[in-house]
Protein backbone atom coordinates (compact mmCIF):
# COMPACT_ATOMS: atom_id res chain seq x y z
CA UNK A 1 0.00 0.00 0.00
CA UNK A 2 1.15 3.84 -1.06
CA UNK A 3 1.95 5.68 2.06
CA UNK A 4 0.61 9.79 2.27
CA UNK A 5 3.32 11.72 1.01
CA UNK A 6 4.25 14.39 3.70
CA UNK A 7 8.11 14.10 3.37
CA UNK A 8 9.35 17.50 4.91
CA UNK A 9 12.76 16.19 5.57
CA UNK A 10 13.68 16.46 2.11
CA UNK A 11 15.81 14.19 0.40
CA UNK A 12 17.13 12.06 3.54
CA UNK A 13 20.41 12.33 2.32
CA UNK A 14 22.91 14.10 4.52
CA UNK A 15 26.36 16.50 3.17
CA UNK A 16 28.53 14.44 1.38
CA UNK A 17 26.76 11.55 0.62
CA UNK A 18 25.83 9.57 -3.19
CA UNK A 19 23.23 12.13 -4.77
CA UNK A 20 19.69 10.80 -5.62
CA UNK A 21 16.38 11.76 -6.70
CA UNK A 22 15.44 14.75 -4.09
CA UNK A 23 18.78 15.67 -3.36
CA UNK A 24 20.65 19.15 -4.25
CA UNK A 25 23.88 19.57 -6.16
CA UNK A 26 25.70 22.94 -4.99
CA UNK A 27 28.64 23.77 -7.18
CA UNK A 28 32.10 23.77 -5.23
CA UNK A 29 33.68 27.85 -4.95
CA UNK A 30 36.22 26.70 -7.45
CA UNK A 31 33.50 25.23 -9.84
CA UNK A 32 34.31 28.21 -12.70
CA UNK A 33 31.89 26.25 -15.96
CA UNK A 34 30.10 29.40 -16.58
CA UNK A 35 26.94 27.03 -17.54
CA UNK A 36 27.42 25.74 -13.43
CA UNK A 37 29.19 28.49 -11.64
CA UNK A 38 27.25 28.89 -8.17
CA UNK A 39 24.60 26.95 -9.36
CA UNK A 40 22.07 24.91 -6.95
CA UNK A 41 20.44 21.57 -8.99
CA UNK A 42 17.52 19.59 -7.75
CA UNK A 43 18.10 15.95 -8.89
CA UNK A 44 15.72 14.42 -10.85
CA UNK A 45 17.10 11.17 -11.58
CA UNK A 46 20.47 9.03 -11.05
CA UNK A 47 20.53 5.67 -12.08
CA UNK A 48 24.01 3.76 -13.56
CA UNK A 49 23.10 5.04 -17.13
CA UNK A 50 22.95 8.43 -16.11
CA UNK A 51 21.95 11.49 -14.08
CA UNK A 52 19.31 14.36 -14.76
CA UNK A 53 18.42 17.56 -12.92
CA UNK A 54 17.28 20.86 -13.17
CA UNK A 55 19.06 24.31 -12.20
CA UNK A 56 17.09 26.33 -9.25
CA UNK A 57 18.52 29.33 -9.22
CA UNK A 58 18.36 30.93 -12.57
CA UNK A 59 15.34 33.00 -13.74
CA UNK A 60 15.13 34.05 -17.29
CA UNK A 61 13.30 36.79 -18.59
CA UNK A 62 10.24 34.91 -20.41
CA UNK A 63 7.23 34.47 -18.26
CA UNK A 64 5.73 31.42 -18.50
CA UNK A 65 2.03 32.74 -19.96
CA UNK A 66 4.31 33.62 -23.24
CA UNK A 67 5.13 30.00 -23.56
CA UNK A 68 3.05 27.77 -21.70
CA UNK A 69 -0.19 30.36 -20.58
CA UNK A 70 -2.28 27.06 -19.57
CA UNK A 71 0.30 26.65 -16.80
CA UNK A 72 1.12 30.04 -15.78
CA UNK A 73 -1.51 30.68 -13.16
CA UNK A 74 -0.15 27.43 -11.24
CA UNK A 75 3.25 28.72 -11.32
CA UNK A 76 5.37 30.05 -8.35
CA UNK A 77 6.45 33.04 -7.78
CA UNK A 78 8.43 34.43 -10.26
CA UNK A 79 5.96 33.06 -13.01
CA UNK A 80 9.24 33.02 -15.51
CA UNK A 81 10.61 30.40 -16.87
CA UNK A 82 13.98 28.82 -15.10
CA UNK A 83 16.97 27.81 -17.35
CA UNK A 84 17.35 24.42 -15.88
CA UNK A 85 20.70 23.40 -17.50
CA UNK A 86 22.57 23.40 -20.79
CA UNK A 87 20.73 20.51 -22.30
CA UNK A 88 18.23 20.79 -24.89
CA UNK A 89 17.11 23.89 -23.84
CA UNK A 90 14.09 23.79 -26.29
CA UNK A 91 12.64 21.01 -23.77
CA UNK A 92 10.73 21.88 -21.22
CA UNK A 93 10.46 20.21 -17.47
CA UNK A 94 8.36 20.87 -15.28
CA UNK A 95 8.14 19.98 -11.62
CA UNK A 96 5.66 20.54 -8.75
CA UNK A 97 4.86 20.29 -5.21
CA UNK A 98 1.57 18.30 -4.04
CA UNK A 99 -0.81 19.11 -1.51
CA UNK A 100 0.16 17.99 2.30
CA UNK A 101 -1.68 14.62 2.21
CA UNK A 102 -2.08 13.55 -1.69
CA UNK A 103 -0.23 10.60 -3.03
CA UNK A 104 0.96 11.92 -6.27
CA UNK A 105 0.55 8.12 -7.92
CA UNK A 106 -3.36 8.70 -7.23
CA UNK A 107 -3.28 11.88 -9.87
CA UNK A 108 -2.95 11.40 -13.80
CA UNK A 109 -0.11 13.51 -14.81
CA UNK A 110 2.03 13.29 -11.66
CA UNK A 111 5.56 11.30 -11.13
CA UNK A 112 6.93 11.36 -7.48
CA UNK A 113 10.58 12.36 -7.74
CA UNK A 114 10.96 12.57 -3.82
CA UNK A 115 8.53 13.40 -1.36
CA UNK A 116 6.00 15.57 -2.81
CA UNK A 117 8.38 17.13 -5.34
CA UNK A 118 6.83 15.39 -8.36
CA UNK A 119 7.56 15.45 -12.14
CA UNK A 120 4.31 17.26 -13.66
CA UNK A 121 3.45 15.69 -17.70
CA UNK A 122 2.62 19.39 -19.51
CA UNK A 123 0.57 17.71 -21.86
CA UNK A 124 -2.25 16.59 -19.53
CA UNK A 125 -5.18 18.82 -18.51
CA UNK A 126 -3.80 21.89 -15.85
CA UNK A 127 -7.10 21.65 -14.53
CA UNK A 128 -7.40 18.26 -14.21
CA UNK A 129 -3.83 18.52 -12.21
CA UNK A 130 -3.92 22.19 -10.78
CA UNK A 131 -6.08 20.94 -7.38
CA UNK A 132 -3.38 18.33 -6.20
CA UNK A 133 -0.66 20.62 -6.39
CA UNK A 134 0.61 23.72 -4.15
CA UNK A 135 2.74 24.78 -7.24
CA UNK A 136 4.81 24.37 -10.05
CA UNK A 137 8.04 25.33 -11.87
CA UNK A 138 8.38 25.35 -15.37
CA UNK A 139 12.29 24.78 -16.62
CA UNK A 140 13.90 25.21 -20.27
CA UNK A 141 16.58 22.03 -20.29
CA UNK A 142 18.16 20.44 -18.12
CA UNK A 143 21.43 19.34 -16.45
CA UNK A 144 22.84 15.75 -17.68
CA UNK A 145 25.39 13.54 -17.08
CA UNK A 146 26.46 10.44 -19.19
CA UNK A 147 26.83 7.02 -16.60
CA UNK A 148 30.21 7.58 -14.20
CA UNK A 149 30.45 11.33 -15.66
CA UNK A 150 28.62 13.33 -12.55
CA UNK A 151 30.55 10.49 -10.12
CA UNK A 152 34.01 11.52 -11.70
CA UNK A 153 32.97 15.54 -11.23
CA UNK A 154 31.88 14.78 -7.24
CA UNK A 155 34.70 12.69 -6.83
CA UNK A 156 36.83 16.03 -8.18
CA UNK A 157 35.54 18.47 -5.78
CA UNK A 158 33.33 20.14 -8.23
CA UNK A 159 29.75 19.57 -6.46
CA UNK A 160 28.96 19.14 -2.73
CA UNK A 161 25.80 16.78 -2.48
CA UNK A 162 23.40 18.01 0.54
CA UNK A 163 19.41 17.26 1.34
CA UNK A 164 17.37 19.23 -0.25
CA UNK A 165 13.77 20.64 1.23
CA UNK A 166 10.81 20.17 -0.40
CA UNK A 167 9.76 24.14 -0.78
CA UNK A 168 13.31 24.36 -2.55
CA UNK A 169 11.95 23.72 -6.10
CA UNK A 170 8.76 26.48 -5.92
CA UNK A 171 10.76 29.76 -3.29
CA UNK A 172 11.49 32.25 -5.53
CA UNK A 173 15.29 31.81 -6.37
CA UNK A 174 18.34 33.98 -7.48
CA UNK A 175 21.65 33.94 -7.49
CA UNK A 176 21.11 34.20 -4.01
CA UNK A 177 19.95 30.82 -3.21
CA UNK A 178 23.83 29.48 -3.47
CA UNK A 179 24.36 31.19 -0.28
CA UNK A 180 21.21 30.35 1.54
CA UNK A 181 21.61 26.34 1.16
CA UNK A 182 24.86 26.31 2.20
CA UNK A 183 24.12 28.45 5.33
CA UNK A 184 21.44 26.25 6.72
CA UNK A 185 24.01 23.34 6.55
CA UNK A 186 26.40 22.61 9.72
CA UNK A 187 30.13 24.04 9.65
CA UNK A 188 32.31 23.41 8.38
CA UNK A 189 30.33 23.34 4.98
CA UNK A 190 28.44 26.59 5.91
CA UNK A 191 31.01 28.73 5.99
CA UNK A 192 31.52 28.26 2.11
CA UNK A 193 28.43 30.77 2.00
CA UNK A 194 30.88 33.13 2.35
CA UNK A 195 33.29 32.53 -0.26
CA UNK A 196 33.62 35.39 -2.38
CA UNK A 197 32.19 35.10 -6.40
CA UNK A 198 35.59 36.42 -7.17
CA UNK A 199 38.67 35.86 -4.92
CA UNK A 200 40.37 38.86 -6.12
CA UNK A 201 37.98 40.57 -3.87
CA UNK A 202 38.74 38.63 -0.76
Known sequence: MDRVVDDRSGSGASPGSEPGPGSLLVAAPGLLDPNFHRTVIFMIEHRDRGSLGVVLNRPSEV?????????????????????GGPVEGETALCLGAVRTGLHPGNVEGLVRVRGPVVLVDLDTDPAAIGPSLRGLRVFAGYSGWDAGQLAGEID??????????PDDVLAGHDAGLWGQVLRRQGMPLSLLATYPSDVRHN
Open 63 to 83: PVRDVLPAWAPLSAQPQAVFV
Open 156 to 165: RGDWIVIPAL
